[in-house]
């Protein structure tokens, strides 16, 4: 008998090759130097993630490997780089966070990098198997990341509500996978949609594999009506997690999403873009309206992270070639304008999170008129005024849905930007217009050298992707072709 | 030919409602002489020492989760010894990968004092 090894690719999963190094190179770091080497662990995660996006960002042949199971393709690359723009913004706005919270541990970054390769395996899975490979180590570290900070009685309650409830959602998806394979007798994407569109296929337990697994997915990018989990944990979570698992996680589930309905079931003869309809616009409207109301700074960004993911599950409703490439753009900018937003709060928010209230902006362009300017851009940007990019990514999206002839899907995103632009215009109306009314005992806030990096970054990102989007749209809609 | 199970039902019947009705009649009307002693929870004959509700240390999940990582590697290794030769250096390259990776796992367990009890 002679086995014949099966085709292995190890430029192709580079990245994730290099944060496994990174990651295990911090666990041992972490136990063997302990104390007076915790400042260098921020500084390991970084120079992992700058490695991997250098190896990430190299050229390459678009193709599968791994036996059909893991595609090298450029939709794979773009969200490789957009994970680890999320990630290495994540650990910029970690490290005074982390060290004022006593929580600067190795594991917290190992952590944050486990969790990026999870997202890496779900961008490049061309196989159901690797969908939940990488769903599961995804969610596994944001489980612990989720209830970091231990000491703080929300923060255990995030960490058990997401586990408890993630745990569930992924019975759901695993049921999802094996009715698909019951009926198609394949995991492999590619095959799934010869299947589909070659074979007599028994539809009925296909559709019900098919809406399992959206809803295992929607729970998982906390889509309406499975979000009910979103607000608590966002909210519990340490700030710097809740900005990394709003981006990156809900960007690696969209690709799933875009991969295994736009490329493998899309053959079906039942019409699933009626689903993500319902879901997009029950997302957008639940989103916005519950942001409405919160006084609480760190729960409404939680609740607009869910009407964002609506309004990108618009562009995917467009179920065309211009509504992905619209979504990757549209994620690409939430991860800049969002992350550097919640950097902001972090700072404000001051140690053991006792000041993410609304009302504790109060003030805040007197004090810090350059960090108000740049969280006014920021929540602009989120809110989708133009020049900033979140005007341009929302254009596009809704673009694309008109395209497609989804006319009142795209009335139901405007009503809500509508919306949206109230709540995120709050932040300026506190910071500018309102007075402290008795005058601050509380020192000085200072911006940290990592706060004023990702800020950069940020700002970068929503003032050049606004101004001229060509580029980067080139880069979205080119990780389309080599589908 | 569903009338030959007939009997088969009237005994099904018979034998529950025996069973039942001796559970409910000795309910109903046996002695109930209740003292002490005999309400306890019978334990080998001897009389209960502790709540048997009590809380397990966390010790105990920590070691169970532990076990299992190693034994996944078990898992994996038994088939690939089986096929050793047939695989050759591929395997063994793989294999060792395999077992570096389990090792950083098992240096920083034991470096954190996951494996002491006390």
Redesign the interface.
Known sequence: ???V?PSIDLAAVGPELIL?GAA?LL??V???LKEQSRFLNPWIALLGVILAAGCASSSLFPHTTFQGMYAADLFTRFFKLLFLLGTGMTILISIKYTADEQIEHAEYYALLLFATIGMMLMAAASDLVTVFLGIETLSLSLYVLAGYTRTRLVSNEASLKYFLLGGFATGFLLYGIALIYGSTGHTNLAKIAYAVSHGNLNTGLLTIGALLLLVGLGFKVAAVPFHQWTPDVYQGAPIPVTAFMSAGPKAAVLAVMIRVFEQSIAFMNVDWTVWITILAILTMTVGNIAALVQSDAKRMLAFSSISHAGYAMVGMAAASREGSSAVLYYMLVYTFMNIGAFGILALVARQNEQRTAMRDFTGFAYKNPALAFIMTILVFSLAGIPPMAGFMAKFYIFMSAIKAGQNFLVLAAVLNSAIGIYYYLRFAIYMYMKEDEAPSTLPPLRASLGLILALVISLYGVIRLGVLPAEYLDFAGKALLTF | MLNQYIPVLVMTLAACGTAAGMIIATTIIGPKREFEEKMEPFECGVSPVSDPKSRFGVRFYLVAMLFIVFDIEAVFLFPWAAVFRELGMFGLVEMLVFILVLTVGLAYVWKKGALEWE
Do not use: Q
């Open positions: 008998m002679v086995i090894p496994t295990s666990l041992l972490g136990v063997f």
